[in-house]
């Protein structure tokens, strides 16, 4: 599918893991993929391997040409070990047994000490970098938003290419897309067996609601995978904008899948202000047959009057759990208001 954001085919679908997920970055017969030690600088002056006849080559190699290049551009002196020039994802990500290898522009790397002639140099000369975000050691999003607190606004920064990327995880119910603009959302990387989509897999199985409610929906993980699983309308609230982005670019993604026959843009998320703690804004819908799913852009305090009647089932997934955990008189007071039960994946 073609990205939102630079317009290039590089997003995955459901339909198009048709085999083993695991053979996107698999080596072909010709490849010599070259494992290095991540503790230990590129030797100065070394020429590191190029691509292989298949177009793809070992993700070490891939860093070792990226440490070079700001070797050249003055950023490090050399003297540094590979793994501290940043934190390389896969696009698409997901759980792989071995070191990947990889087709042209398949690497988002986030970094706090690229520049941004280095980025743009790198992306220049390595063709399996798709992007380069600059990220302090901040975790990316809007910080504390509960009422009557100031929102602490965590972004990164793109510097170069794309930055939008997907992630497989997997149910029993086949392969769920989740899309993310990555400079603004913190790092989520599947697992082989994801104990989130487990979860809610599990609750939807033994309660079968008629509503889900996502109320920290983040990139739309939990109440996309409510959808797959059959829940016939789902509601999908987040207050930080980057989240509501992300959450649309994943119900375009798994659209076949989900049986969805229209999505409905609502509001314009780009003109909204980055963290909405107030009554949630109506944004986007997904509709088909036995499914709809609305998306809001707000906090899940005020959700109430938005959700459909029928049996419900919430689901919280905050970023501090051991903190909300702690939150008995909150969850008491949404199962009085709002119904259901309640879980936390």
């Known amino acids: ?40 600088p590129v030797p100065a002056g070394e020429v590191v391997n190029g691509p292989c006849q298949c177009s793809r080559r070992s993700i070490d190699d891939v860093m070792a040409e990226i440490y070079l290049v700001l ?14 020039i940043g934190t390389p994802l896969i696009c698409p990500g997901l759980f792989l047994r ?17 520049s941004e002639p280095a ?3 790198a992306y220049g000369e390595v063709p399996e970098l798709l992007g380069v975000v600059y990220h302090s050691h901040e975790i990316p999003g809007p910080g504390d938003v509960t009422r009557g607190s100031a929102p602490s606004i965590q972004e990164g920064r793109l510097l170069c290419g794309c930055d939008v990327r997907s992630d497989i995880f997997f149910s029993g119910k086949g392969p769920v897309i989740i899309v993310k603009k990555q400079a603004d959302m913190h790092i989520e990387f599947p697992k082989g067996i994801d104990p989130k989509v487990a979860s809610v897999e599990g609750q939807v199985r033994r309660l079968h609601p008629d509503v889900f409610i996502d109320a920290c929906a983040g990139a739309g993980t939990l109440g996309i995978t409510a959808a797959l699983f059959g829940v016939p309308q ?30 409905r843009i609502c509001g314009d998320i780009a003109r909204r202000p980055p963290v909405w703690a107030g009554e949630p ?3 986007c819908t997904a509709s088909g047959k036995g499914v709809q799913i609305n998306l809001y852009h707000g906090s899940y305090e005020f959700l109430g009057p938005h959700l459909p009647s029928g049996k419900r089932l919430t689901a919280f997934d905050p970023f501090d759990k051991a903190s909300f955990r702690k939150n008995d008189l909150f969850l008491t007071e949404w199962k009085e208001n709002v119904g259901g039960e309640v879980f936390i994946p």
């Open 1 to 40: 599918m073609k990205c939102s954001c630079c317009g290039e085919d590089h997003i995955i679908c459901p339909g198009d893991v048709i085999t083993r997920p695991s053979e996107l970055f698999a080596p072909c017969p010709h490849c010599n993929p070259h494992i290095r030690q991540k503790d230990q």
């Open 71 to 84: 070797v050249k551009q003055g950023i490090i002196s050399g003297s540094e070990p590979l793994s501290a």
């Open 98 to 114: 071995r070191p990947p290898v990889l087709p042209p522009r398949s690497l988002l790397l986030i970094s706090d000490l690229v």
């Open 119 to 121: 980025a743009k140099m």
């Open 234 to 263: 789902v509601i999908m609230c987040d207050v930080w904008h980057a989240s509501v982005w992300s959450a649309i670019q994943s119900l375009r993604v798994n659209k076949k899948k989900l049986g969805i026959s229209e999505i």
């Open 281 to 283: 804004v109506l944004i």
